[in-house]
């Protein structure tokens, strides 16, 4: 009998413990804002512009690439390198929400380095 109450008791604990988090959504805003991917850099280092009018444009910067000398208005990249689907490719538009931490799951990345915008964010893809 004593387990058997040790046993529920665990049980319980981890029902009430478990991370609900995945029906949480850490959005700095809830709308929906679009961006273009500019330049396709090495190991997910891309440099993305917005083109959504209504954006917070403090959060970007205009930016110009030091190897091809070409300069981007209101540019920004990711922080969390992993969100995007490897099918984006330059020129995509691509729908986002601000998200103010990362739930991006891990994934390969090489460790070589590409010249990105100094403003990153962290966003959650929605197509």
């Known amino acids: 009998m004593?387990?058997?109450k040790l046993s529920l008791f665990l049980l319980g604990?981890?029902?009430i413990s478990c991370d609900r988090s995945?029906?949480?959504t850490y959005t700095i805003y809830k709308e929906v804002f679009t961006a273009?991917?500019?330049n396709k850099g090495l190991c997910l280092h891309d440099t993305f512009t917005i083109e959504s009018e209504n954006f917070d444009f403090s959060l970007v910067a205009d930016w110009t690439h030091p190897?091809?000398?070409?300069?981007y208005k209101n540019a920004f990249a990711l922080k969390?390198?992993?969100e995007l689907p490897e099918t984006?490719?330059?020129g995509d538009v691509i729908k986002f929400i601000l998200i103010d931490k990362d739930d991006t799951p891990d994934c390969i990345n090489c460790l070589a380095i590409?010249?990105?915008p100094p403003k990153k964010l962290f966003i959650k893809y929605v197509e």
């Open 67 to 71: 190897v091809t000398d070409v300069t």
């Open 80 to 82: 969390n390198l992993c």
């Open 88 to 90: 984006i490719n330059e």
């Open 22 to 24: 995945n029906e949480e």
């Open 36 to 38: 273009r991917l500019v």
């Open 13 to 15: 604990f981890v029902f």
């Open 2 to 4: 004593k387990y058997y």
């Open 114 to 116: 590409s010249p990105t």
